[in-house]
């Protein structure tokens, strides 16, 4: 971001092209209804623009002009290095646009300009990419069989597919679903959070632009109760992945139960245990990691690291350095290249985790940071970075999801105590482990009840090649890596007499 400053970022925003209706069969199109709803800049507490508010009906139009494509394999039937050529040329628009892509996603939801270009668009152009240069490396199988046969096993898109995504990494949990289904041949209908629709609107114009055929790729904004419900319980929705909540993840649960029975996907929430043991290799980057685990996007993470288990015998002189690091994490303009702590999503969300932080209070947990909004004379949504010690795992705060920049910190004495405590949640999202013994770091990553466990960091990589995805209520199927595929097709046999 080399000489661009507040001001650069500023006038980006001012800039910025602001798509407001449902994109639905290549074109732009109001609500049915003539319904909108308001997307607010959280860090002004402003109106940013009143969108379209797609409901059953235009969830209608929206799976129509999906199963058309699909049916006249405009885009299914393209030999598999087209769809890659495709979607590569798509990554590298995004990544052209990535300024503007950029400013979007902040203006939106809240997070800083630094995070967004660092980290969230970099990773939409990988994952787009990478599942473009996946397209025809996808291999079937002959089964072995008796020799007087032949068995033919092979994947098949599963036909429309919806995605659901979630308002804190919008772009990138939209590109996660979108690439592996493309890859695969599917068509899609998008449906992006409420609270942050603005990037989800720019990137269908850009796949119209990177060749991808209109009407395989659909948006359509609109509140979870109408156009999210209307997407669960549509009879001609064939698989739908959600990221979110658990308990949304639930209630698409039942719609699919409720209609099609159509193939769910989910990555619900988190409760990731981050276990300092006392033979940790270097407690200065443990508390760095620990502190950047639930402050960075605001603690707006599913894999947010935010129960800290420290080893009793270590516990002063950690937290000592873990207070030092959290110091560092300074709510700030998410337009200003030196904020690293931007704005909760909304006044809804804003509210519910300064709740949670009285509620901690209330249960007897101890003060150490933070505790408070802040920068409330901008109309926005700040809360300072806050820290909770003697917390107890029956505490709310130990429990619950909260997705706001709140650590809870834990005690434990020894390698039992610490893994009774981390697998002592619904959650099983992810975890890791702080230790010098490569023995004691494998058994309690095995033991960890968790989708990722990392050892001697906290997610260090964005690499695409590793799937990512939960146990427990954190939901099931894999984002990232081939495995994704496997959720956006059917496995056909076909076996031949000869």
């Not at 661009?4 to 910025?16: E, S």
């Not at 006249?72 to 590569?88: C, F, N, Q, T, Y």
């Not at 060749?211 to 609109?222: A, H, K, W």
Request: glycine fraction near 10%; include cysteine; aromatic fraction near 8%.
């Amino acid at each position: 971001m080399t000489g661009k400053n507040l001001a650069y970022w500023q006038d980006q925003q001012k800039r910025a092209g602001v798509r407001t209706k449902a994109f639905i069969g290549g074109q732009w199109q109001d609500a049915a209804s003539g319904a909108t709803f308001e997307t607010i800049n959280p860090a002004t507490g402003q109106l940013i623009a009143n969108i379209a508010s797609c409901d059953a009906a235009d969830v209608d139009r929206a799976v129509a002009a999906a199963r058309k494509a699909f049916r006249d394999g405009r885009w299914a039937d393209l030999h598999p290095s087209k769809r890659g050529e495709i979607m590569v040329n798509w990554s590298r628009l995004v990544a052209a646009h990535a300024d503007e892509l950029a400013v979007l996603e902040v203006t939106d939801m809240g997070k800083p300009i630094s995070d967004a270009l660092a980290v969230d668009i970099p990773a939409v152009v990988r994952a787009l990419r990478w599942y473009g240069e996946a397209c025809d490396k996808l291999m079937d199988e002959i089964a072995p069989t008796d020799p007087k046969a032949l068995a033919l096993v092979t994947r098949e898109p599963i036909g429309v597919v919806a995605a659901v995504v979630p308002w804190n990494f919008p772009l990138l949990m939209a590109a996660w679903k979108l690439g592996p289904a493309l890859a695969a041949g599917n068509s899609i209908v998008l449906k992006p959070a409420e609270q942050s629709p603005l990037t989800a609107l720019r990137l269908a114009e850009l796949a119209v632009e990177a060749g991808i055929p209109e009407g395989v790729f659909n948006v359509v904004p609109g509140l979870g109760h109408t156009a999210g419900k209307a997407l669960g319980l549509h009879m001609d929705v064939d698989g739908l992945a959600f990221t979110g909540s658990t308990q949304v993840g639930k209630y698409f649960m039942e719609y699919s139960g409720q209609s099609n029975l159509k193939r769910i996907a989910l990555e619900c929430g988190g409760k990731s245990p981050h276990i300092i043991m006392d033979d940790c290799p270097d407690l200065d980057a443990a508390a760095q990691a620990a502190a950047g685990a639930i402050f960075f996007n605001q603690g707006e993470v599913c894999t947010a690291g935010s129960r800290l288990l420290v080893d009793r015998k270590i516990k002063d002189a950690f937290f000592e350095k873990l207070l030092a690091a959290a110091a560092n994490w300074v709510p700030g303009d998410p337009l200003d290249p030196k904020t690293n702590l931007g704005a909760i999503v909304d006044k809804e969300q804003y509210a519910r985790v300064l709740g949670y932080i009285d509620r901690a209070k209330a249960d007897g947990a101890t003060l150490a940071a933070g505790g408070s909004a802040t920068r409330m004379e901008t109309g926005g949504y700040f809360i300072k970075p806050t820290i909770y010690d003697g917390v107890t795992p029956d505490m709310t705060i130990a429990r619950e999801e909260i997705f706001g920049p709140v650590l809870a910190v834990l005690e434990f004495d020894g390698e039992d105590q610490a893994i009774e405590i981390a697998n002592n949640t619904i959650y099983g999202l992810a975890g890791a482990v702080w230790s010098q013994n490569i023995s004691r770091a494998h058994r309690m990553a095995r033991a960890i009840q968790a989708g990722t466990v990392w050892v001697n960091c906290w997610d260090p990589t964005g690499d695409m090649s590793i799937p990512f995805g939960g146990y427990k209520q954190s939901g099931f199927g894999r984002d990232k890596s081939l495995h994704a595929i496997e959720k956006y097709t059917n496995l056909k046999t076909t076996w031949v007499q000869l």
